[in-house]
């Protein structure tokens, strides 16, 4: 229906524009009738209608350039009230702020004057001279702030203009003379800070002066004053601009009114004469179009075949393939990806990283990908990942640029090989090395020091058996025999963290190791209330491991419990089926009950020498933590609200 409103304006307007080109020529036939050539005026003005022509086409160009003008000026008049509107904006948000910062001020200046009080009763009322010297150091500190702001309220703002005559009125005259009161009680608060510690007492003058002024609140309501005096002149100002604003609004809905009448409505007439030669033009693109659309259906059915054999090759290889559009979002994966991901390819495509990974990886994965974007350079990395199933792995990473025919980058295309393997083995290495220089050099240490621990043992021996009945001077002796056990349990911690761990794996309970290690700290927990609670076990708790070595891992475990519980301590224990790396284990789950940790410390619980307690070395949890790596397991901690700290120590069935 609209359509063809249109069409019908275009024809009238066609023929209106016609009509008036036949009367403008028929006046110049008219005209040229009356001339000076009788009889040939017929003959003479039909050789006139082609230049009659172009002098349409300049009036039709001039028409054209005269619109234009009027439009331009229109949007100048608008841009300049624009302007304007953007000025009296400017100056109420200044406005506003001045009166925020005023009114800061004062409210700052009000809780100086009650501090400086308080502080000097604080300094009077000190009993020690330590408390004496840091009232004081208060007091003085408090009056440089003080004096800043009173300054402030009386100065220019940021325009250059000076603050209202009422304020002026009441820092300089009678009755509030606001300036002096403030300069006088600065200096009171001064003079009572140089006062001597024997002047220091209710009766100072200086005290009282300045607890007279801070009950009556004068300076208080002066400032009250100011605030108001500075209120009024902004309500004053924001009705100057809000009358400003109005006759903006005003005169942009005028200008608006009078380009509608002498811009708008002339381009309508144009727009309606040039949809007939658009039509001609929208058959001659449509003829076209379908042509086109032949030639691209066949492209399409080309490039189809292509992508299906690059992704059966890129589907068959023993890589993680994806690509990315400018914005982040899949728009291409792999079979490989999608298995690692646990999800089809249509819930991939569209999201971003964001959706899959913690937000620390997938602001790092953004930041390659923006880098390929900008400097279209192939970035190669590797990189820790954590997949969508919580399990930790090492990818060989390699991002480069997608571009288009015209050479722009369109996407970027990731490639990743899991290389956990290789890493993991690295990493042994590298540690079974670091470890075996670690071992010689504790090896040697210890081996020069016992002979020294011996003697120093022999020593405090023959002084126990001489010193016998002195009191004194044998808990002096069993503190050195205390030091000495310490420094003999160090020795033995750094050897069994510095030396190869060698297995002796033998079928076995689990839960028995645990039981033996919880009787060898009988000594440990002797006087106190500690007992060790057993669920009932919801699996077979036998296991091929090495007995001794899973009984240091429990013991290292519950000293830790004992030492961070107060009593009674209760450790629960219990025992569940699990897997690890696909192999079926048995998960010990041992739950203390206390105080539990905190992140910092479950980040740094398995780090060389980091230890919370008062006494020991550091290493149980390293030492634990290597036994079971060498058994194929693994040790976790986390400490769940109510529950305290909780170690799952989960060891495989089978070597």
């Excluded at 490989?336 to 994965?365: H, M, S, V, W």
């Excluded at 203390?592 to 020991?616: N, R, W």
Aim: charged content about 25%.
């Amino acid at each position: 229906m609209s359509s063809s409103n249109h069409h019908q304006q275009a024809g009238a307007s066609a023929s209106a524009s016609a009509a008036s080109h036949q009367g403008n020529l028929g006046a110049n036939g008219a005209a040229a009738s009356n001339g000076s050539l009788p009889g040939g005026a017929a003959s003479q003005t039909a050789p006139r209608s082609k230049p009659g022509g172009s002098r349409e086409a300049g009036r039709r160009r001039s028409g054209t350039g005269y619109l234009t003008a009027r439009y331009l000026l229109a949007l100048g008049v608008l841009g300049v009230l624009a302007f304007a509107n953007y000025v009296i904006l400017n100056a109420q948000i200044e406005t506003n702020r001045s009166i925020a910062i005023i009114a800061a001020n004062s409210s700052r200046q009000r809780s100086l004057l009650q501090r400086s009080a308080l502080l000097a009763q604080k300094l009077v009322s000190s009993l020690n001279n330590e408390q004496l010297q840091a009232a004081r150091a208060e007091l003085i500190a408090a009056m440089g702030p003080l004096e800043e702001t009173h300054h402030e309220l009386i100065r220019a703002d940021a325009e250059g203009n000076p603050p209202p005559e009422p304020v002026h009125d009441i820092y300089y005259e009678v009755p509030w003379l606001l300036d002096t009161e403030m300069r006088n009680y600065i200096a009171q608060v001064r003079a009572l800070t140089k006062s001597s510690d024997e002047d220091l007492n209710w009766g100072n003058p200086h005290l009282r002066y300045v607890d007279e002024v801070a009950l009556s609140g004068r300076m208080v309501e002066a400032l009250d004053q100011v605030v108001a005096a500075y209120l009024r002149r902004s309500d004053e100002k924001i009705i100057y601009l809000h009358n400003l604003a109005l006759w903006s609004l005003m005169s942009t809905l005028a200008v608006l009114g009078i380009t509608g009448v002498v811009v708008f409505r002339p381009m309508v007439r144009r727009v309606h004469q040039e949809m007939a030669s658009l039509e001609q033009l929208n058959d001659t693109l449509e003829q076209r179009v379908q042509e086109r659309t032949a030639e691209a259906e066949q492209r399409s059915r080309a490039l189809a075949r292509s992508e299906a054999l690059y992704r059966s090759l890129v589907d068959n290889l023993p890589l993680y393939v994806l690509r990315k559009d400018t914005v982040g979002r899949f728009t291409w994966v792999n079979e490989n990806l999608c298995k690692l991901l646990g999800r089809p390819a249509d819930e991939i495509i569209g999201k971003t990283d964001y959706d899959f990974y913690p937000p620390q990886l997938a602001e790092k994965n953004r930041h390659g990908d923006l880098q390929v974007l900008e400097r279209g350079e192939v970035v190669r990395d590797v990189e820790e990942l954590v997949s969508p199933q919580g399990n930790e792995l090492h990818a060989e990473i390699l991002k480069t640029p997608v571009r288009d025919s015209g050479g722009e980058i369109v996407e970027t295309q990731t490639i990743f090989l899991d290389v956990t393997a290789r890493i993991e083995a690295e990493r042994r290495l590298v540690q079974s090395e670091r470890l075996a220089a670690i071992g010689q050099m504790v090896a040697g240490v210890a081996h020069e020091s016992r002979n020294a621990l011996q003697q120093i043992q022999a020593c405090s021996g023959l002084l126990a058996w001489k010193l016998d009945g002195q009191a004194e001077a044998t808990e002096l002796l069993e503190d050195l025999q205390k030091a000495l056990d310490r420094l003999r349990r160090l020795f033995d911690d750094l050897r069994g963290y510095a030396a190869p761990v060698t297995l002796d794996r033998r079928p076995g309970d689990v839960l028995d190791a645990l039981r033996d290690a919880w009787k060898a700290l009988a000594t440990d927990r002797q006087g106190r209330d500690a007992q060790v609670v057993e669920c009932p076990p919801t699996t077979d708790t036998r296991a091929v491991f090495d007995r001794l070595q899973m009984e240091q891992v429990f013991r290292n475990i519950l000293e830790n419990a004992l030492a961070a519980c107060d009593d009674p301590v209760e450790i629960e224990v219990s025992a569940s089926q699990a897997e690890l790396g696909g192999r079926p284990a048995i998960a010990v789950r041992i739950a203390d009950g206390g105080p539990g940790l905190s992140p910092q410390q479950l980040q740094h619980i398995f780090e060389a020498f980091y230890t919370t307690k008062t006494k020991g070395t550091g290493l149980g949890m390293t030492i634990a933590r290597r036994i079971m790596e060498a058994h194929r397991g693994c040790i976790q901690v986390e400490s769940p609200p109510g529950e305290g700290a909780v170690v799952t120590v989960i060891v495989p069935r089978e070597p």
